[in-house]
């Protein structure tokens, strides 16, 4: 059954691809760069945010996000290996999807006030006063490591359910996963290529207009 749309489908791997480009354009100083790359995942993640309201079944926060107790009770029947492929996200996968969330949106926000301390600012950060723009700048950075310890607790996942028989990537890849149920309802993507476009272009003439005009 068809599990995944193209659109979760994109928004993932794009979102490995953009975290990979902006850990890298930060290292190397590339500052253009970096503030594009974030505009973009910026424009990815708020509408995969709304996608998980009026998107696809599987897309929904209503269908992945269930209370504490279900979500620890389903990790109690893993460590007792009974171990399933759930049409979706699990319950303990759920809330590791709203933890990514949180953390890539609180990344993204403190990087509108940040400086480098050279020529680069975020487009916030006239806002605030310098210390408060340098203090920002710093838990920017050190919120980063975080990201990257979260997912990395999100690929040994992947890789325990992968050793336990059942493989993530694949529906990922493709949308379509052998599993027996009911099959989720898919909405159009195009709705979500549509929000998509037109938060891209609200982000490009707010902020990064400048910024891609420089480097194009």
Same mark, same amino acid.
């Given at each position: 059954m068809k599990i995944w749309d193209s659109f979760i489908r994109v928004y993932?791997? +794009?979102q490995v691809?953009?975290? =990979?480009?902006? #850990?890298? %354009?930060a290292e190397e100083g590339l500052m253009e760069w970096h503030f594009s790359f974030a505009y973009l995942l910026m424009a990815f993640l708020i509408t995969r945010?709304? #996608?998980g309201f009026i998107g696809s079944e599987t897309a929904k926060f209503s269908h992945f996000v269930t %209370?504490?107790?279900k979500?620890?009770?389903y990790l109690i029947a893993i460590r007792n290996s009974k171990v399933s492929h759930s049409i979706g996200h699990n319950p303990a996968g759920g809330y590791m999807v709203? =933890?990514?969330? +949180?953390?890539l949106t609180f990344q993204l926000l403190t990087g509108l006030f940040s400086n480098d301390d050279i020529l680069s600012e975020g487009p916030l950060a006239s806002l605030v006063s310098y210390e408060t723009s340098s203090l920002l700048t710093s838990i920017h950075h050190q919120s980063f490591n975080v990201l990257l310890t979260f997912i990395g607790l999100h690929i040994t996942a992947v890789l325990f359910y992968r050793f336990k028989g059942i493989n993530l990537l694949s529906p990922m890849? %493709? =949308?379509v996963a052998k599993l027996t149920g009911t099959t989720p309802i898919m909405k159009h993507v195009i709705i979500a290529w549509g929000i998509f476009a037109v938060i891209s272009l609200f982000i490009y003439y707010l902020w990064a207009n400048e910024v891609v005009s420089?480097?194009?």
């Open positions: 993932h791997w +794009s691809i953009l975290l =990979g480009s902006l #850990w890298y %354009t945010i709304v #996608w %209370t504490p107790k979500a620890f009770n709203l =933890g990514l969330f +949180s953390l890849l %493709t =949308g420089y480097l194009f």
